[in-house]
C-alpha cells in the first residue's frame, strides 16, 4: 500500500506570517476554500522591498494599494500605521528565524487582501470581512553579472485585460507572458498593445533616447510600478530628461538603452531584445546614473505612515 501524499503544509518553510490578525507559521496558515481570491482572484496585493530592516517608500506602496482597493470596492481593513506595524514585526521575526538581525539582512513583503469568504457567486457580495494576508522573504537583487552586462528579452503583444493598473491577484494573463520569455531562457518579456509599448510581465520598461528617459503614460494599461515616481526624482535631481508618452515599438528597438524596473529587479538595463542589440548591446551611462542614484536611495529608506 502506497504512502498518502505528504500534506502541503509540509512542503512550506515555518517562516513567520501574518493571516487576519495572527501572526503564524506560513506552513500552518490556512484560508476557506471558498475565499474569493482562491476561487476568483478577487483580490489585491502589494510588494515591499525593505533594506536593512527599513521600509522602503512605504508611503507610496499604501497609496497605490488604497487605489486597487478602490477598484475594487473593498475597505481597506487596516490603516497605514498598523499595515506598518504589522509588516515590521514580520521583518524582525523573519530576521530571527534566519538566526540575523533586520539590518543584516534585505526582504520582500508580500501584502494581499482578498474581498472574502462567500458561496461562489460571480457578483461583488456586500459586507464581508476582507481576508488579510501578509508574508516575507529574502530579497534576492540582480547579479553582480547582470548588472554589468544586461539582460536579454523577447517582445509579444500585450493579451491581458485593460485593468492592468489594479495590482491585482489576477495575474494569469502576466504568467503566460513571463513563461514566453522562461521557455528561451529571456529575463522577461517586453510587451506591446496595438503597437506602443505597455510594461512587462513584471517589471515597467523605460526607453533611453539622446539621454532623455521615456517610458508609458500613467493609465489603465499600465501598472504604475513604483519606480515611476523614484525613476521620475532621480531625473529631476541629475537634470536629466523625463517624459511619458506613448512610446512606438521603433522607438523601442531604437533606444540608446532600455531599461527594466521593478522590486525585485531594481533598475536593469536589457541589451538585447529579440537577438537584436539595444543601442551598443552594453549597458548604458544614463543605466549608470539611475542605479547609482537608487543605491543611494536605498541607504536612506523612509518609513513614515502615510
Not at 59 to 73: T, V
Not at 105 to 132: C, E, F, K, W
Request: aromatic share 8%; with cysteine.
Amino acid at each position: 500500500m502506497s504512502n498518502p501524499p505528504p500534506a502541503s503544509g509540509a512542503l512550506l518553510p515555518a517562516t513567520p506570517c501574518y493571516l487576519n490578525g495572527e501572526f503564524t507559521a506560513l506552513k500552518d496558515a490556512k484560508i476557506s476554500v471558498m475565499d474569493r481570491g482562491f476561487i476568483f482572484g478577487d483580490g489585491v496585493y502589494e510588494v515591499v522591498p525593505v533594506y536593512a530592516g527599513a521600509l522602503f517608500r512605504f508611503a507610496e506602496h499604501m497609496k497605490r494599494l488604497d487605489r486597487s482597493l478602490a477598484e475594487l470596492r473593498i475597505a481597506n481593513p487596516l490603516t497605514h500605521a498598523q499595515w506598518r506595524e504589522v509588516a515590521l514585526r514580520l521583518v524582525a521575526d523573519y530576521a530571527a528565524s534566519q538566526h540575523t538581525s533586520p539590518e543584516k539582512i534585505d526582504q520582500l513583503v508580500y501584502i494581499q487582501i482578498t474581498r472574502g469568504v462567500a458561496l461562489r457567486d460571480h457578483v461583488m457580495p456586500p459586507n464581508l470581512s476582507p481576508t488579510v494576508f501578509v508574508m516575507t522573504n529574502t530579497l534576492k537583487p540582480p547579479t553582480p553579472e547582470q548588472r554589468s552586462q544586461g539582460v536579454s528579452c523577447v517582445t509579444a503583444r500585450d493579451f491581458r485585460w485593460t485593468k492592468a493598473h489594479i495590482k491585482s491577484t489576477s495575474l494569469l494573463g502576466a504568467v503566460f507572458a513571463r513563461q514566453i520569455s522562461a521557455d528561451v531562457g529571456a529575463a522577461e518579456t517586453v510587451m506591446f498593445r496595438d503597437g506602443f509599448l505597455s510594461e512587462a510581465a513584471a517589471c515597467n520598461v523605460w526607453v533611453v533616447k539622446g539621454g532623455k528617459v521615456l517610458g508609458p503614460p500613467k493609465d489603465n494599461l499600465v501598472l504604475e510600478g513604483i519606480r515611476y515616481g523614484l525613476i521620475e526624482e532621480i531625473c529631476r535631481e541629475t537634470g536629466t530628461g523625463f517624459e511619458l508618452r506613448p512610446v512606438s515599438r521603433k522607438e523601442v528597438f531604437d533606444a540608446d538603452e532600455l531599461l527594466l524596473s521593478s522590486a525585485t529587479k531594481e533598475i536593469l538595463p536589457i541589451t538585447s531584445l529579440d537577438g537584436q542589440p539595444i543601442g551598443s548591446g552594453q549597458p548604458g551611462p544614463v543605466y549608470a546614473l539611475l542605479h547609482a542614484a537608487y543605491q543611494r536611495a536605498k541607504r536612506a529608506p523612509t518609513e513614515q505612515a502615510a
